[in-house]
């Protein structure tokens, strides 16, 4: 669309989760936990209310000064699932990777990219800005 050169906007997703949502997940999959890494999350926040409902538009402001976008929500897939149930344990693998996006539905997190760079410090506060919601009809 763009001649080879143009610069552009760098809209490099990164994967961002809920640590009290990972834990509804964990518990509905009867594990003791899921961890972040597991299906490569790049940022685990805490005191989000709903975090993977954040509609896309969505601003958060850390106060060191990153501002992070938020793109879409994350949906849940076999692939983490796999992972999940290989990094668990699970004694059937297949059934854990199906079970993920069952489990995982509205709670995988969001997708969001770098608005404003910077370092992200563990604690920082954090302020949202949610944009106007409508519903879209054809």
């Known amino acids: 669309w763009y001649p080879r050169g143009t610069e552009m906007r760098n809209e490099r997703q990164l994967s961002i989760v809920a640590a009290d949502e990972l834990a509804i997940v964990a518990e509905r999959m009867g594990l003791a936990e899921i961890k972040p890494e597991w299906i490569g999350a790049n940022l685990v926040m805490e005191g989000v209310p709903n975090l993977s409902m954040l509609p896309a538009g969505t601003l958060l402001f850390f106060k060191g000064g990153v501002t992070i976008k938020v793109d879409a929500q994350n949906g ?17 693998v297949e059934a854990g990777a199906l079970l993920f996006p069952k489990a ?16 992200v410090r563990a604690g920082e506060e954090i302020s949202l800005r949610v944009p106007e919601q409508w519903i879209y009809q054809a």
């Open 76 to 92: 849940p897939c076999r692939i983490a699932g796999r992972s999940i149930a290989e990094n668990a344990g699970m004694a059937d």
């Open 104 to 119: 995982a539905k509205r709670l995988r997190g969001i997708v969001a990219w770098v608005e404003k760079p910077g370092t």
